[in-house]
């Protein structure tokens, strides 16, 4: 099912707050990996990343319950595949954008692309789309929220993802595992009643190598005190 438009609004922001923090790890991690029969050209052990304990890049973070904002920051989402990987690792797209899948080794990819919806908690199959050269991209529309697993059917352990998104609240750490989320709106006004049916913020976390942890957002201290987050801790 197509996600409903009307769930987040874009509006001018004239007061906003940012949202600042460190996402680590306290033990070792490897990358997602899952039983698969010998690849005799990929060797899973060279192509499944790994990460030390200590400061965690790539991992995607995204503020829940936001209504209403400033309009969606980033466009769609290119994955090459070339043998043994695809890149990028992680990305964000716009919803409602074009997946564009290419070959930088002249071999054709068939590359499967799982989503998660994450408004109404259902998989979506996007189905096997199959790369092309640089010239002729093979695409596919990004039509729900979430996470989007892509990997290949030739080479398993050739995988990455996808954060698709409708608003600008979501970021991918960089190599120190910081995160800046800027612009974010004061909360809705309104009587305690139409507060209580409001979504409250959340702050998600997510990792390939760890999965997901939430924090909770409160007026106390959003935009006040960054956020420390550790996996394995």
């Given at each position: 099912?197509?996600?409903?438009?009307?769930?987040?609004?874009?509006?001018?922001?004239?007061?906003?707050?940012?949202?600042?923090?460190?996402?680590?790890?306290?033990?070792?991690?490897?990358?997602?990996?899952?039983?698969?029969?010998?690849?005799?050209?990929?060797d899973a052990?060279?192509?499944?990343?790994?990460?030390?304990?200590?400061?965690?890049?790539?991992?995607?973070?995204?503020?829940?319950?936001?209504?209403?904002?400033?309009?969606?920051?980033?466009?769609?989402?290119?994955?090459?595949?070339?043998?043994?990987?695809?890149?990028?690792?992680?990305?964000?797209?716009?919803?409602?954008?074009?997946?564009?899948?290419?070959?930088?080794?002249?071999?054709?990819?068939?590359?499967?692309?799982?989503?998660?919806?994450?408004?109404?908690?259902?998989?979506?199959?996007?189905?096997?789309?199959?790369?092309?050269?640089?010239?002729?991209?093979?695409?596919?529309?990004?039509?729900?929220?979430?996470?989007?697993?892509?990997?290949?059917?030739?080479?398993?352990?050739?995988?990455?993802?996808?954060?698709?998104?409708?608003?600008?609240?979501?970021?991918?750490?960089?190599?120190?595992?910081?995160?800046?989320?800027?612009?974010?709106?004061?909360?809705?006004?309104?009587?305690?009643?139409?507060?209580?049916?409001?979504?409250p913020r959340?702050?998600?976390?997510?990792?390939?190598?760890?999965?997901?942890?939430?924090?909770?957002?409160?007026p106390s201290?959003?935009?006040?005190?960054?956020?420390?987050?550790?996996?394995?801790?």
């Amino acid at each position: 099912p197509s996600a409903d438009p009307s769930l987040y609004r874009v509006v001018e922001v004239s007061e906003s707050t940012v949202l600042r923090g460190r996402v680590s790890a306290s033990v070792d991690g490897t990358g997602v990996a899952f039983e698969t029969p010998p690849d005799p050209v990929c060797d899973a052990r060279d192509s499944i990343p790994q990460y030390p304990a200590g400061p965690l890049p790539g991992s995607v973070v995204w503020l829940e319950g936001v209504e209403q904002g400033l309009p969606v920051g980033v466009g769609h989402a290119t994955v090459a595949a070339s043998q043994c990987e695809l890149s990028p690792r992680v990305q964000l797209a716009a919803l409602g954008s074009e997946l564009t899948v290419t070959s930088g080794d002249g071999e054709q990819h068939p590359l499967r692309l799982i989503g998660w919806n994450e408004r109404d908690g259902r998989f979506l199959d996007y189905g096997t789309i199959r790369t092309a050269d640089q010239e002729n991209p093979a695409g596919r529309r990004l039509r729900t929220p979430g996470l989007v697993h892509v990997r290949s059917e030739q080479h398993p352990c050739a995988r990455a993802w996808i954060y698709v998104t409708d608003n600008p609240y979501v970021v991918i750490t960089g190599p120190e595992g910081g995160f800046l989320i800027e612009g974010v709106p004061p909360r809705l006004d309104g009587d305690a009643d139409e507060a209580r049916k409001r979504p409250p913020r959340t702050l998600h976390i997510w990792h390939e190598a760890f999965g997901e942890v939430e924090e909770a957002v409160s007026p106390s201290n959003e935009g006040q005190v960054p956020f420390d987050v550790v996996f394995g801790g």
